[in-house]
């Protein structure tokens, strides 16, 4: 009885290994955005594009900022299989200094989490 049931889960073991399941696969074209040099005030949207390089839909269920200066915007519907998406993200351009931020994107790809950056400096106005 004993090697029956040691057999049989051998069996269903090696089974449940060799079954693969479908993944989604996040793959960003850059995974850190440069401002440069803006002036204050100027347009603060930038667009991550990625592509769905797995065989299964991706899902992004969360993408959050360090701060509140820094807004991103996530797709609502899943990117299929060899599709592109966008995260789009909006810094507070009025404020002075350097940009130093970090975008967390949480998905059901194989890499279930990616930190983004955004850098640059932004600039006072001129006269001021």
């Known amino acids: 009885m004993k090697k029956i049931v040691l057999v049989l889960f051998v069996g269903l073991l090696g089974f449940g290994l060799t079954a693969q399941e479908n993944v989604a696969k996040i793959k960003f074209e850059t995974e850190t955005v440069d401002y440069g040099e803006i002036a204050k005030g100027s347009d603060g949207v930038r667009i991550f594009e990625f592509t769905n390089t797995g065989d299964a839909p991706l ?46 994107v949480i998905s059901n790809a194989d890499t279930p989490t990616k930190v983004l950056k955004i850098k640059g400096k932004v600039l006072p106005a001129e006269g001021k």
């Open 59 to 104: 899902v992004i269920s969360k993408v959050s900022s360090s701060c509140g200066c820094t807004i991103p915007k996530k797709p609502e519907a899943p990117i299929l299989p060899g599709k592109t998406g966008q995260i789009q993200v909006k810094y507070d351009t009025n404020r002075v200094g350097p940009i130093a931020k970090a975008i967390t």
